[in-house]
């Protein structure tokens, strides 16, 4: 004991390209600006995606690791804005099929670097696939990743029932992203919360709505995070402080790209 505790933080969304990995990436970026010690886990088993964002290369991955063939320090590799990342092993097959002993293991070496960490979040993939579940299980915080589209909203759904009907997991933080209008938001969050109050014992929490920004986009096209890329010279994505009120422990990125609340639609 002694040790000090380690946040752990699964962002995951049931439907794929939602936005987990910008989610997970800039999430990092604004945490670590917080002063707060950052790894982030690309939990995306079959395809890595946190590396080629950011335009990195590794020579070893999460698979050495499993494999026991080093340390999970061996493979932190320096991101930009002082986050470490661990990435994934791109298109291993036998990543996928991870048995949840393996999973839970893996999330147990992060303990090794509990002294050296603050933050711990993983990008899980898309699905509701063992990876995905075991890496869930094992964090404190569930964001889920919503758009506002219906395929989206069913898969969001079938994932917390999931979570909840299996490993009573119960409480969901829900960001909603790409929006059109910060009313959108509140709308993907009316529809979901709709059907879990009706057939769900849960806790959904509203976190707040990403814009839709083809800067978004660009910069991935760059390989830049978003976060770097544009915050502060785009009007849409103005700078503010949020307030630290919905996550205890840690808070929410001071800067997002959200709309100022004293602006009108
Ligand atoms: N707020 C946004 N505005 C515009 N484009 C966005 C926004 N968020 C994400 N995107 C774009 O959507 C695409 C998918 O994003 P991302 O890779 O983060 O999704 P994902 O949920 O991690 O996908 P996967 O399920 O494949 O892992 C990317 O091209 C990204 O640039
Ligand atoms: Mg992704």
Same mark, same amino acid.
């Given at each position: ?19 987990? *990995?910008? @989610?997970? +990436? ?11 010690? +950052? ?17 990195? *290369? ?27 990342? @661990? ?63 219906? *395929? ?9 029932? /999931?979570?909840?009907?299996?490993? #009573?997991?119960? $409480?969901?933080? @829900? ?16 529809? /979901?919360?709709?059907? *879990? ?9 509203? +976190? #707040? ?6 800067? +978004? ?24 402080? /949020?307030? $630290? ?9 001071? $800067? @997002? #790209? ?8």
């Amino acid at each position: 004991m002694g040790m000090h505790p380690v946040q752990v933080i699964a962002v995951t969304g049931g439907k794929g390209g939602v936005g987990k *990995t910008n @989610v997970s +990436v800039n999430l990092a970026l604004a945490l670590a600006d917080l002063g707060r010690r +950052v790894v982030l886990l690309d939990a995306d088993l079959g395809l890595a995606n946190v590396d080629v964002l950011l335009g990195l *290369t590794s020579k070893r991955t999460l698979a050495d690791v499993i494999a026991g063939e080093c340390d999970l320090r061996d493979v932190l590799i320096q991101g930009p804005g002082g986050i470490r990342i @661990v990435p994934a092993a791109s298109g291993t097959q036998s990543m996928v099929q991870l048995s949840t002993l393996q999973h839970a293991g893996l999330i147990q070496a992060f303990s090794e670097l509990g002294d050296e960490l603050d933050v711990l979040i993983i990008d899980t993939a898309a699905g509701i696939g063992d990876a995905v579940v075991s890496f869930v299980r094992a964090a404190q915080e569930v964001l889920l990743v919503v758009t506002d589209e219906p *395929t989206s909203i069913t898969d969001a759904y079938a994932l917390i029932k /999931l979570l909840n009907r299996d490993y #009573g997991i119960s $409480r969901f933080r @829900v960001l909603a992203n790409m929006a059109h209008a910060p009313q959108e938001g509140r709308n993907l969050f009316a529809k /979901l919360t709709k059907v *879990t109050e009706r057939f769900l014992d849960v806790a959904l929490q509203y +976190v #707040g709505a990403i814009p839709y920004d083809e800067s +978004v986009r660009k910069a991935v096209q760059k390989q830049r995070a978003v976060y770097d890329a544009i915050l502060g010279r785009s009007p849409r994505w103005r700078s503010r402080p /949020l307030r $630290r009120r919905s996550i205890p422990g840690h808070c929410l990125p001071p $800067r @997002v #790209g959200t709309w100022s609340s004293s602006s009108s639609d």
